[in-house]
């Protein structure tokens, strides 16, 4: 009997001394989920003075976004449609990435050479590399952002993310268009989501988000504010994230977009 | 170093002799268990020591060839848990990426030493008996039964001021456990024990894996895996000769 004890108490506390996983004593922060996917950025860059942006490229882009509802899509937009940032954030693309200066001109993930389905397919080809999602709160004068990104492949390089404020049904003059000065302007960037802490100034090329060699799987959040116009509904809010790799000369690559 | 199957082929052919020398004459027969404290250690330079443990238990058999010296073979289910610890941290263009791994995993082997053993009798206590020190030395086979693992890998990336922590926890599935160990290792143990005259025996031996026990196609980041084994087992002679 004692000795069957002995086995017994040798065997359950050799069962008990067997190691336990260990793990990080790290607190987790709060991260969205990221869906392995890419999105084509559908973009028009227009004026409201001209008389074609008005007329068949309004329609045209309006057909795109209910043809292609799932891609995103922005109006870059050059005149004053009520003192926004429109005009530099206008200005900023065309020059970085070339966008012939007649207007209008369509162009998919910023490159005015390529259609739709070009650039679907050379982001298919390409997988996807990385991708983000975001939650917005409205605080008084305030928009909060919340961003999470997630690459989906092992890469190298520097990448951005630019976080562009879109504004839908902007009230503004069009010339051509059936509704003239009442023109419900769609998807325009007025502005950009700056980082929380006020260590980096907004800036339309973004923030460094990843350097170096990045493993798949790396996730980065990145909570940034914008100021809000008391004119702007709830539901006409939403922002483009841009996400790009910096070249070594300066020059940003489009990877994906993302809005929701 | 030996092949793996020239290790197999003098592994089988020392049991071979076991098994003829225990037909022989009055065979000692018992169970024991114990416990493991593993080490484990990794080919590459940068990889750290690690160290686990488990428990044993299994059954013994023994005969003697002359009245010090003895063959003998166990048959010992062998579980042998450790983590891996893995850290790495980088900073680039002011971004500073941490990361905490810990990799656990656990199999349990099936050890077949077979060894022969030098006993001598050192005290005339009525507690003593003939062999109440012995040492011994021998083969060992491990055969790979099963196990379970686990990876939890801690993610902290810090940039403007901000913080994320993201862990990923993964748990290996047995077919992946499977690719990941070798199916069979052989190693060398050597050992001391003390056996009271009352047929329980307290043993002490280590040892160590003469091949890797991860396979070729699966090595880890840190390369080939090797493990030291320290065990601390009690048996229990329940026929053939009492000491």
Not at chain 1, 10 to 31: D, N, R, W
Not at chain 2, 115 to 129: E, G, I
């Amino acid at each position: 009997m004692k000795k069957k004890s002995i086995f017994l108490t040798m065997f359950i506390g050799a069962l008990i001394l067997g190691s336990c996983q260990k793990k990080s004593e790290e607190v987790a922060t709060p991260t969205l989920e990221v869906a392995e996917h890419n999105s084509t950025l559908i973009a028009k860059h227009t004026w409201i003075g001209c008389g074609a942006c008005g007329a068949w490229a309004f329609e045209q882009f309006a057909n795109s976004i209910e043809n292609n509802p799932n891609e995103v899509y922005i109006a870059f937009k050059q005149g004053d449609i009520g003192e926004f940032a429109n005009q530099a954030i206008y200005d900023h693309f065309q020059a970085a990435f070339e966008i012939p200066t007649a207007t209008p001109t369509f162009h998919n993930n910023l490159n005015a050479d390529i259609d739709i389905s070009t650039a679907q397919s050379a982001q298919e080809a390409a997988g996807v590399v990385m991708n983000a999602n975001y939650t917005m709160e409205l605080d008084g004068d305030k928009i909060k952002l919340h961003t999470t990104t997630k690459f989906f492949q092992t890469s190298e390089g520097r990448y951005r993310i630019t976080p562009l404020l879109i504004i839908d049904n902007i009230i503004a003059p069009q010339a051509a268009h059936p509704d003239t000065t009442n023109t419900r302007h769609k998807k325009v960037p007025v502005d950009v989501a700056a980082p929380i802490g006020g260590v980096t100034e907004p800036s339309y090329d973004g923030y460094l988000i990843a350097s170096g060699d990045i493993k798949a799987g790396y996730t980065v959040n990145l909570e940034c504010e914008v100021d809000r116009d008391p004119s702007w509904a709830t539901e006409d809010i939403s922002f483009a994230i841009l996400m790009f790799k910096e070249n070594s000369d300066g020059s940003l690559e489009f990877v994906n977009a993302f809005t929701k | 170093m030996l092949s793996r199957s020239k290790m197999k082929s003098t592994f089988l052919t020392l049991l071979f002799l076991c098994t003829f020398a225990l037909s022989f004459g009055q065979i000692e027969f018992g169970p024991k268990a114990g416990y493991n404290q593993v080490f484990v250690s990794f080919s590459a330079s940068n990889a750290p020591e690690v160290s686990g443990n488990g428990f044993n238990s299994g059954v013994f058999l023994q005969k003697d060839l002359t009245d010090k010296l003895y063959v003998g073979g166990e048959f010992l289910l062998s579980l042998r848990t450790y983590n891996e610890e893995l850290s790495f941290d980088e900073t680039v263009d002011n971004i500073r990426v941490r990361s905490e791994s810990f990799v656990y995993r656990a199999p349990l082997y099936l050890d077949i030493p077979v060894f022969v053993k030098y006993a001598m009798n050192l005290s005339a206590s009525r507690y003593s008996s003939d062999k109440l020190l012995s040492f011994y030395a021998g083969p060992q086979a491990s055969i790979y039964m099963t196990g379970s693992g686990s990876s939890h890998e801690t993610t902290i990336v810090e940039l403007l001021d901000q913080i994320t922590v993201e862990p990923t926890d993964v748990d290996f599935t047995k077919p992946e456990l499977k690719e990941y160990f070798s199916p069979f290792h052989m190693g060398i143990v050597a050992g001391v024990q003390f056996s009271l005259s009352a047929g329980l025996n307290f043993d002490l031996r280590v040892t160590r894996s003469l091949i890797s026990t991860n396979r070729n196609n699966a090595m880890d980041e840190y390369g080939k895996v090797n493990n030291t084994l320290l065990q601390f087992t009690v048996g229990y002679n329940i026929f053939g000769s009492k000491y």
